[in-house]
């Protein structure tokens, strides 16, 4: 087994960037849902309710997030606070059901142009020093993901789908629908639900269970344009969790527990005990 796909998301469900390599710090994959759109009460806004996220293609570097948009010019926007520059307000941030999370305003020329993106009033926010939000109970942390870490997927997982789509006569569905960190080749289909633990190059992950699938995974992540009800029927059909069958599963969550390693296409994937 092998990595065939790393993927970060530096805005919270806005489009992602494909890697060649990565590096893991504290959070995850190094980067990967560091800012985050939210109203003007701190509540985080996700493709699920404001598709139009979906139009926002991003750009990483060592100093800055580009933002760009069909409609909009690009915008830049510093990953940390430049040092010649006074500290930027603080925002508590509403997270599913964490409350407090404490993140930095991205300034007045973010808010318009997410606000000019959603047609209502919206500001960007990011991580900062304050920002601390714990997963689990071993002294792990993650960013703005919507619960872990990392998400990994199989490409045999994906084809197991694909099949029962076209054998339905419904049309197969893209791996960015379910917009993972890393992608497995030369696994069974749905192998990842069964790993403890992991090794994925020189890094060691526990697994943190399945991924519970939403209506992102109808969603065009190009366009934006909603497919109907698949992939989600189809899953219905068999991947309902069998402790909360409201739950539909695609892809594991993994917690990194190497803090500091470099993740590269073609890494060797070995479960751990």
Same mark, same amino acid.
């Given at each position: 087994?092998?990595?065939?796909?790393?993927?970060?998301?530096?805005?919270?469900?806005?489009?992602?960037?494909?890697?060649?390599?990565?590096?893991?710090?504290?959070?995850?994959?190094?980067?990967?849902?560091?800012?985050?759109?939210?109203?003007?009460?701190?509540?985080?806004?996700?493709?699920? *309710?404001?598709?139009?996220?979906?139009?926002?293609?991003?750009?990483?570097?060592?100093?800055?997030?580009?933002? *760009?948009?069909?409609?909009?010019?690009?915008?830049?926007?510093?990953?940390?606070?430049?040092?010649?520059?006074?500290?930027?307000?603080?925002?508590?941030?509403?997270?599913?059901?964490?409350?407090?999370?404490?993140?930095?305003?991205?300034?007045?020329?973010?808010?318009?142009?997410?606000?000019?993106?959603?047609?209502?009033?919206?500001?960007?926010?990011?991580?900062?020093?304050?920002?601390?939000?714990?997963?689990?109970?071993?002294?792990?942390? *993650?960013?703005?993901?919507?619960?872990?870490?990392?998400?990994?997927?199989?490409?045999?997982?994906?084809?197991?789908?694909?099949?029962?789509?076209?054998?339905?006569?419904?049309?197969?569905?893209?791996?960015?629908?379910?917009?993972?960190?890393?992608?497995?080749?030369?696994?069974?289909?749905?192998?990842?639900?069964?790993?403890?633990?992991?090794?994925?190059?020189?890094?060691?992950?526990?697994?943190?269970?399945?991924?519970?699938?939403?209506?992102?995974?109808?969603?065009?992540?190009?366009?934006?344009?909603?497919?109907?009800?698949?992939?989600?029927?189809?899953?219905?059909?068999?991947?309902?969790?069998?402790?909360?069958?409201?739950?539909?599963?695609?892809?594991?969550?993994?917690?990194?527990?190497?803090?500091?390693?470099?993740?590269?296409?073609?890494?060797?994937?070995?479960?751990?005990?």
């Amino acid at each position: 087994m092998h990595v065939t796909g790393l993927f970060i998301y530096p805005v919270k469900s806005c489009r992602g960037i494909s890697l060649s390599e990565s590096s893991l710090d504290a959070l995850g994959l190094l980067g990967d849902r560091r800012f985050l759109v939210v109203d003007d009460q701190g509540n985080f806004l996700t493709q699920r *309710t404001h598709v139009g996220l979906v139009s926002v293609a991003t750009a990483l570097d060592a100093t800055h997030l580009t933002l *760009t948009h069909p409609q909009l010019p690009p915008l830049k926007i510093p990953v940390v606070t430049p040092v010649d520059q006074p500290s930027p307000p603080v925002v508590s941030v509403t997270l599913w059901r964490t409350t407090g999370l404490i993140a930095e305003d991205c300034g007045a020329a973010a808010s318009a142009w997410f606000s000019d993106v959603l047609q209502q009033s919206a500001r960007l926010v990011r991580i900062g020093p304050a920002f601390q939000r714990p997963v689990g109970d071993l002294g792990d942390f *993650t960013a703005f993901a919507d619960g872990y870490p990392l998400l990994a997927i199989s490409e045999a997982s994906l084809a197991n789908l694909n099949d029962r789509l076209v054998g339905a006569g419904e049309e197969p569905v893209p791996m960015d629908r379910f917009r993972p960190n890393v992608v497995i080749a030369g696994s069974d289909a749905f192998a990842e639900d069964n790993w403890p633990r992991v090794r994925i190059g020189e890094a060691v992950f526990r697994t943190a269970g399945p991924c519970a699938r939403c209506i992102v995974t109808t969603t065009d992540q190009l366009t934006g344009q909603r497919h109907g009800a698949e992939p989600l029927r189809t899953l219905a059909r068999y991947r309902r969790d069998p402790a909360t069958p409201t739950n539909l599963n695609f892809g594991q969550n993994l917690i990194n527990e190497t803090k500091s390693a470099r993740l590269r296409i073609g890494d060797p994937v070995t479960p751990l005990d």
